[in-house]
């Protein structure tokens, strides 16, 4: 269901959510894909992934607040895995699991 957006001036369109008949359309650009307007669950769980892998880098080394999001970017960057996938196992590590070698091995290369 697409309607003309009122207002916008700009040729956008306005989608309307059939689930809610109440919710007025949300305005879109001409050809913006709706899916791609609005973080999706996946990427709003993998940035709360890295936070909380963040707090635990820097609770458990005893690192500068602004330090945490570093160490787990390099980390990330140095063993060519995903941002998300190595803050899973962060917090896996902060939840008394073991800490994979390889991440253990980079994080004394990079703290100590």
Same mark, same amino acid.
């Given at each position: 269901? #697409?309607? %003309?957006?009122?207002?916008?001036?700009?040729? =956008? +369109?306005? *989608? &309307?959510?059939?689930?809610? $008949?109440?919710?007025?359309?949300?305005?879109?650009?001409?050809?913006?894909?709706?899916?791609?307007?609005?973080?999706?669950?996946?990427?709003? #769980?993998? %940035?709360?992934?890295?936070?909380?892998?963040? =707090? +635990?880098? *820097? &609770?458990?080394?005893?690192? $500068?607040?602004?330090?945490?999001?570093?160490?787990?970017?390099?980390?990330?960057?140095?063993?060519?895995?995903?941002?998300?996938?190595?803050?899973?196992?962060?917090?896996?590590?902060?939840?008394?699991?073991?800490?994979?070698?390889?991440?253990?091995?980079?994080?004394?290369?990079?703290?100590?």
């Amino acid at each position: 269901m #697409h309607r %003309r957006s009122r207002g916008s001036g700009r040729g =956008g +369109i306005a *989608t &309307a959510d059939p689930s809610n $008949p109440h919710e007025p359309p949300t305005p879109q650009l001409a050809g913006a894909d709706p899916l791609r307007a609005r973080p999706t669950e996946a990427a709003a #769980h993998a %940035r709360a992934a890295v936070d909380q892998a963040t =707090g +635990i880098l *820097t &609770a458990r080394l005893l690192l $500068p607040p602004d330090r945490g999001l570093d160490v787990l970017r390099t980390v990330s960057q140095h063993l060519d895995e995903q941002l998300p996938d190595v803050a899973e196992d962060i917090i896996r590590w902060g939840l008394g699991h073991p800490l994979r070698p390889s991440i253990a091995e980079e994080l004394r290369r990079l703290v100590d």
